[in-house]
């Protein structure tokens, strides 16, 4: 979407009615699905809003199928769910996108299999033979995550469940940009898409769909921004990497022994978790806390380890040196930074190609052009990833 006019900073560029809004309230089962509740209740969040776009998809007086035929082609979506299985792994090996697509896949079968479809069974009434296919409610799914808008708690609200995800005609036709020029604000009456920057006339109007990095941009909508236009940009290095760089110093099994009583400890400290990552930004540590007590812990001396230990950790005692930026980190405790360096080494391993494969594949511009959509889109992710793992190298 252009803007056909220059627009200024504040100005309203539309807006959308709530009853314009697709949502499991306004559908037109939204009585069935208001009723039976407790029984569609998932790990997403999202059941009642896909059965109600089954139900209305194929519902010949629905209101919403002047929206439906503004859809993209379903079967054309471009998420890594949908690619073969050996080219996501070989696109994106090392990025954490195949793990979560892997998730993501087996959570949507059987949520489809233990909730959707005993559901529309049990209303076969309410929805034809043609909606009821597993692969139809991947796409729907797929649809909803690059497509659907959920709308923020209020401050005092924080406890709640998240609210649903809508449908929000117009607005989701807006592509995205970390640098965005627009943003949707929530009344009660409409949603409202406001300019937040100039926006002269002919240009595009951008929006956002929240801080993602690249390896989730393609996950969730099938794309990624250019290498270093994507200022959201982080790269992960898995919690257990860490232990691992740790045990590789280790020379006897009572060193590894202690190396492993140090991480439960750290478990029992919720700093880290067999499945978790520190977060590595551009310019900061989105999870400054987690990686700076974890670095602490695992290089301490047997007796230091002894003394935190039995003051159960940190309780009011915390120093300066317990916090972790990335301008801190060529200050850090020279066992801090060595324990650093051979995670991001560790981790730089986990891809199939290096940062110099992925600069010569950038700068040919011809041998870029090249490149399936999946390839260029891949190739994003991974080098920005790698940019920031590298710059990390150079400050250890």
């Given at each position: 979407?252009?803007?056909r006019?220059?627009?200024?900073?504040?100005?309203?560029?539309?807006?959308?009615?709530?009853?314009?809004?697709?949502?499991?309230h306004?559908?037109?089962?939204?009585?069935?699905?208001e009723?039976?509740?407790?029984?569609?209740?998932?790990?997403?969040?999202?059941v009642?809003?896909?059965?109600?776009?089954?139900?209305?998809?194929?519902?010949?007086?629905?209101?919403w199928?002047?929206?439906?035929?503004?859809?993209?082609?379903?079967?054309?979506?471009?998420?890594?769910?949908?690619?073969?299985?050996?080219?996501?792994?070989r696109?994106?090996?090392?990025?954490g996108?195949?793990?979560?697509?892997?998730?993501?896949?087996?959570?949507?079968?059987?949520?489809?299999?233990?909730?959707?479809?005993?559901?529309?069974d049990?209303?076969?009434?309410?929805?034809?033979?043609?909606?009821?296919?597993l692969?139809?409610?991947?796409?729907?799914?797929?649809?909803?995550?690059?497509?659907?808008?959920?709308?923020?708690?209020?401050?005092?609200?924080?406890e709640?469940?998240?609210?649903?995800?809508?449908?929000?005609?117009?607005?989701?036709?807006l592509?995205?940009?970390?640098?965005?020029?627009?943003?949707?604000?929530?009344?009660?009456?409409?949603?409202?898409?406001?300019?937040i920057?100039?926006?002269?006339?002919?240009?595009?109007?951008?929006?956002?769909y929240?801080?993602?990095?690249?390896?989730?941009?393609i996950?969730?909508?099938?794309f990624?921004?250019?290498?270093?236009?994507?200022?959201?940009?982080?790269?992960?290095?898995?919690?257990?990497?860490?232990?691992?760089?740790?045990?590789?110093?280790?020379?006897?099994?009572?060193?590894?022994?202690?190396?492993?009583?140090?991480?439960?400890?750290?478990?029992?400290?919720?700093?880290?978790?067999?499945e978790?990552?520190?977060?590595?930004?551009?310019?900061?540590?989105?999870?400054?806390?987690?990686?700076?007590?974890?670095?602490?812990?695992?290089?301490?001396?047997?007796e230091?380890f002894?003394?935190?230990?039995?003051r159960?950790?940190?309780?009011?005692?915390?120093?300066?040196?317990?916090?972790?930026?990335?301008?801190?980190?060529?200050?850090?405790?020279?066992?801090?930074?060595?324990?650093?360096?051979?995670?991001v080494?560790?981790?730089?391993?986990?891809?199939a190609?290096?940062?110099?494969?992925?600069?010569?594949?950038?700068?040919?511009?011809?041998?870029?052009?090249?490149?399936s959509?999946?390839?260029?889109?891949a190739?994003?992710?991974r080098?920005?990833?790698?940019?920031?793992?590298?710059?990390?190298?150079?400050?250890?």
């Amino acid at each position: 979407m252009v803007a056909r006019e220059s627009v200024q900073p504040g100005e309203l560029l539309f807006a959308v009615p709530r009853a314009a809004l697709l949502s499991q309230h306004t559908c037109s089962i939204s009585g069935v699905l208001e009723r039976e509740r407790g029984a569609l209740q998932s790990q997403s969040g999202w059941v009642p809003l896909l059965l109600a776009l089954l139900h209305e998809m194929q519902a010949p007086a629905s209101l919403w199928r002047p929206y439906f035929a503004l859809w993209p082609e379903l079967g054309r979506l471009e998420h890594p769910m949908f690619w073969p299985e050996e080219e996501r792994r070989r696109l994106l090996q090392g990025t954490g996108v195949p793990e979560a697509v892997e998730k993501d896949l087996a959570n949507i079968r059987s949520e489809y299999y233990s909730i959707v479809l005993p559901f529309m069974d049990a209303h076969a009434d309410l929805f034809s033979p043609r909606v009821r296919s597993l692969e139809l409610y991947r796409q729907l799914v797929a649809l909803v995550m690059a497509y659907s808008f959920q709308e923020p708690l209020e401050e005092e609200e924080d406890e709640k469940e998240p609210n649903s995800p809508l449908m929000v005609p117009a607005a989701d036709i807006l592509n995205h940009l970390a640098n965005h020029n627009a943003n949707l604000e929530y009344s009660p009456t409409c949603l409202r898409m406001v300019a937040i920057q100039p926006i002269p006339k002919g240009h595009e109007i951008f929006n956002t769909y929240g801080q993602m990095a690249n390896w989730q941009l393609i996950h969730m909508y099938g794309f990624a921004e250019p290498y270093p236009d994507n200022t959201n940009d982080t790269a992960d290095i898995q919690m257990v990497t860490v232990r691992e760089a740790a045990l590789q110093g280790t020379k006897v099994e009572a060193e590894r022994l202690l190396l492993y009583e140090r991480w439960d400890f750290l478990c029992k400290l919720e700093m880290v978790g067999e499945e978790g990552a520190f977060v590595i930004g551009r310019e900061e540590v989105l999870t400054e806390e987690e990686l700076a007590a974890t670095l602490k812990v695992l290089c301490m001396s047997a007796e230091e380890f002894r003394e935190f230990k039995d003051r159960n950790g940190w309780e009011d005692d915390k120093t300066k040196e317990d916090s972790l930026t990335i301008t801190d980190i060529p200050k850090l405790k020279a066992s801090w930074r060595q324990l650093l360096r051979d995670s991001v080494l560790l981790t730089l391993q986990t891809y199939a190609t290096d940062l110099k494969t992925e600069q010569d594949l950038l700068s040919n511009k011809e041998v870029y052009a090249a490149l399936s959509w999946r390839e260029q889109q891949a190739l994003q992710v991974r080098y920005g990833q790698k940019m920031i793992l590298h710059r990390l190298l150079e400050l250890t």
